[in-house]
Each structure stands twice: as structure tokens, then as C-alpha cells.
């Protein structure tokens, strides 16, 4: 055996450890996933039950939905990135006072420890209106759940930069969580790479899911162009100004880091009939939309992570 062969087996071997090291859960389908997708169903079941209240900031549903994300976060391994897993704030809008807490958990990295790539979800919503329960199952249950999904998959695949998981509070009132993040950040803003933001991923009938941000960036732009696509979610991009469609740039979360400088992906769907109504349902999801959705974000995620998107 020559030393190029005896070179190329140990090659083949090392690309084999990530291979075997992966925990694949497969489905009723052969397709391969990242995590266990009945128990992505779940959570988005139990976060826009009639129990959270519509998950609205300060209420017994936000407490709730709150408390139910700390415990998935401590049984999935993440850590806090704080002493605690909350990060408490105040504001005021319309008149009204208003205290709001993220939940924020950490996976170290283990090449790029020091960068950090924050992953996120607002887990607040409308709450009651008119004794009208808004569940808020697509905005935001659905972006909640697959921080549960990414969290299941680090416990096997830990990423290579930090990743900070990012339950915001208060979009609904203005982006007042993430907003409170980027002004308050507990790491320097600089050795953020990027905020991957997912709100709204769980329903569509053109099977279309968007990533909203490459226009801002040509490596990310290279990074959706270059994705290989999956045949049951059409990844595509745009909604960020160019296209004539309703500009996203500052549509949820992602929005804030945008504005201190930090590339972004946005990944959700065009809005539906339900967006904003009490009929945002669990019954309304499109579930193996959703499933292969969650799947598509991390397969992004991990050419994200692949490489270095600041010197
Ligand atoms: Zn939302």
C-alpha cells in the first residue's frame, strides 16, 4: 500500500466519523432528518394550546410558555447563556408599561468558540382580544419548536461556532426582545457571525419557504444559491426590497441585528389567511411542510457554519 492510499483510508475515515457520529431519526419516509419530527409536532401542539393563553408578554401564558422552553432547553443540554436561561426587560409602548424576559441558551462551538451564530424564534404573541384566544401556532409556536429541533441535533452535532438559542420576547409589541438583545448583548456584538431568525415556517400551499437577507450579503447570497434543494420545500429568496414583493428586512427579529450591521437569514413563508387571526391553529399547519422545513434551516445551517462569514 502506497502512502497516497494509506493517506486516502485515513481521509475516508475521518469524513466517516461525522457520517456515523449523526443521529439520523428517520421518518414514515426514508428521507433523512436532523431530529425527531413527531416530536416537533408536539411541542407546536402544546405551545398554541389554549393553556399559553396566546403567550402574550407579562401574562400567565407567556410565564407558562416560558417555562416550558427552559425545561426542554435543560433536557436538550443547552446551557444558559447567563447565570439563568432569562434575560428581563422593560418597556413602554402606547402608554403601558411592560416587562418582557428572553430566554437565551448556549452551545459552545468547537473550532470557533469565540464566534457565534444566534439562532432564533420570538415565543410571545397576540394573547386574548375580545375573549378570543390568538394561539399563534405558525407565528411564532412553529419557529419556537425548531429551536427544540436545532437543539436535538447539537446534542449530537455540536456546531463548530457558539450558538446562542434565542427565545424573544415581545415582537409582537415591536421587536422589543431582540431589540433589547442587540443593545444589551452579553457577547460583543462583533464575533456575532450571523442571526438565523425562523418565524412563521410551519404552513404553506405553494410549498414555499423564503430565506429573506442574501441582498444584504453576497456570501450568504452564494450560500441559498448554491443550497441543494429539497423536492418538498421550494427554498427561495428574496422579500428584501429588490423583488417588488412586501419587504421583510425588518419584518420580525432579524430586523434588529440587521441594524447593528450583523448579516441575517429570515426564513418564513408569505403570509396566510390565519396570520394574525384566532384561527392560527395547530389544525391549520402544514405538517410535513413544516417537518422538512425545520430540516431545510439546518442543512443550512450547517453550511452556514461551515465557514467564516467575517475575517
Ligand atoms: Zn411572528
Known amino acids: 500500500m502506497n502512502y ?23 421518518q414514515s419516509s426514508k428521507d433523512q432528518t436532523y431530529f425527531n419530527g413527531e416530536r416537533l409536532l408536539q411541542h407546536i401542539k402544546i405551545l398554541s394550546s389554549d393553556d399559553f393563553e396566546g403567550r402574550r408578554t407579562g401574562t400567565k401564558g407567556s410565564t407558562k410558555a416560558r417555562k416550558y422552553i427552559i425545561n426542554q432547553f435543560k433536557k436538550l443540554n443547552v446551557l444558559p447563556l447567563l447565570e439563568t436561561f432569562t434575560q428581563h ?9 411592560y416587562n418582557g424576559v428572553n430566554v437565551l441558551g448556549f452551545i459552545k462551538g468547537t473550532t470557533s468558540p469565540y464566534k457565534y451564530i444566534v439562532i432564533s424564534a420570538h415565543y410571545d404573541h ?7 384566544i390568538y394561539n399563534g401556532a405558525d407565528d411564532d409556536a412553529s419557529g419556537v419548536s425548531a429551536l427544540f429541533a436545532f437543539a436535538e441535533y447539537f446534542k449530537n452535532n455540536p456546531p463548530k461556532h457558539s450558538v446562542i438559542l434565542a427565545a424573544f420576547d415581545s415582537e409582537e409589541l415591536g421587536l422589543k426582545g431582540s431589540k433589547y438583545f442587540v443593545n444589551n448583548s452579553i457577547v460583543p456584538l462583533y464575533y456575532i457571525e ?13 410549498n414555499e419557504l423564503f430565506a429573506v437577507g442574501t441582498r444584504y450579503n453576497a456570501t450568504l447570497k452564494h450560500l441559498i444559491s448554491d443550497f441543494k434543494q429539497s ?19 425588518n419584518s420580525s427579529d432579524h430586523g434588529s441585528f440587521h441594524k447593528k450591521k450583523i448579516p441575517f437569514l429570515y426564513f418564513g413563508v408569505e403570509d396566510h389567511k390565519d396570520y394574525h387571526r384566532p384561527t392560527d391553529d395547530y389544525e391549520n399547519i402544514h405538517p410535513e411542510f413544516f417537518k422538512e422545513a425545520v430540516n431545510v434551516i439546518i442543512s443550512v445551517f450547517r453550511n452556514l457554519d461551515a465557514i467564516q462569514l467575517k475575517k
Do not use: Y
Not at 397576540?126 to 378570543?132: F, P, R, T, Y
Open 194 to 206: 450571523a442571526n438565523i431568525n425562523m418565524d412563521m415556517i410551519s404552513r404553506s400551499d405553494k
Open 4 to 26: 497516497k492510499i494509506i493517506n486516502l483510508g485515513i481521509l475516508i475515515f475521518l469524513l466517516c466519523i461525522p457520517c456515523n457520529a449523526q443521529t439520523v431519526s428517520h
Open 126 to 132: 397576540e394573547g386574548i382580544i375580545n375573549d378570543e
Open 231 to 249: 423536492k418538498k420545500v421550494t427554498l427561495l429568496m428574496g422579500h428584501d426590497g429588490k423583488d417588488g414583493k412586501q419587504n421583510w428586512t
Open 89 to 97: 426587560f422593560s418597556f413602554t409602548r402606547r402608554g403601558k408599561m
